[in-house]
């Protein structure tokens, strides 16, 4: 079984910066790719950005230039540094870690960003 603890959530204001960290803890084999996802009310989860184990990057285009992803392979933690938020930027974002067979999530933490 496969662990992710998200942190670093929180309320910010519009224009301000936060950096979530998501640790993976477990049965851990073979990761593709491991990323942040997010779900605004109302909406279905979408795509933030990925990054896999040989530094590979996929960002959204709403969040280019913004936000960056990065990763400790040797911790199995992945950060996502959100610089210049804006209001749309409220949702639940997710960690997600995908190994060969399976993916997995993060119970999701919340950021609101207020205007």
């Known amino acids: 079984q496969v662990q992710l603890v998200e942190s670093g959530g929180g309320l910010v204001q519009a224009g301000g910066s936060l950096r979530l960290s998501c640790a993976a803890s477990?049965?851990?084999?073979?990761?593709?790719?491991m990323g942040w996802y997010r779900q605004a009310p109302g909406k279905q989860r979408a795509l933030v950005a990925t990054?896999?184990?040989?530094?590979?990057?996929n960002y959204a285009d709403s969040v280019k230039g913004r936000f960056t992803i990065s990763r400790d392979n040797a911790k199995n933690t992945v950060y996502l540094q959100m610089n210049s938020l804006k209001p749309e930027g409220t949702a639940v974002y997710f960690c997600?870690?995908?190994?060969?067979?399976?993916?997995?999530w993060g119970q999701g933490t919340q950021i609101t960003v207020s205007s």
């Open positions: 997600y870690l995908r190994t060969l067979g399976a993916g997995f």
């Open positions: 477990g049965s851990i084999f073979s990761i593709n790719f």
């Open positions: 990054i896999t184990s040989g530094g590979i990057t």
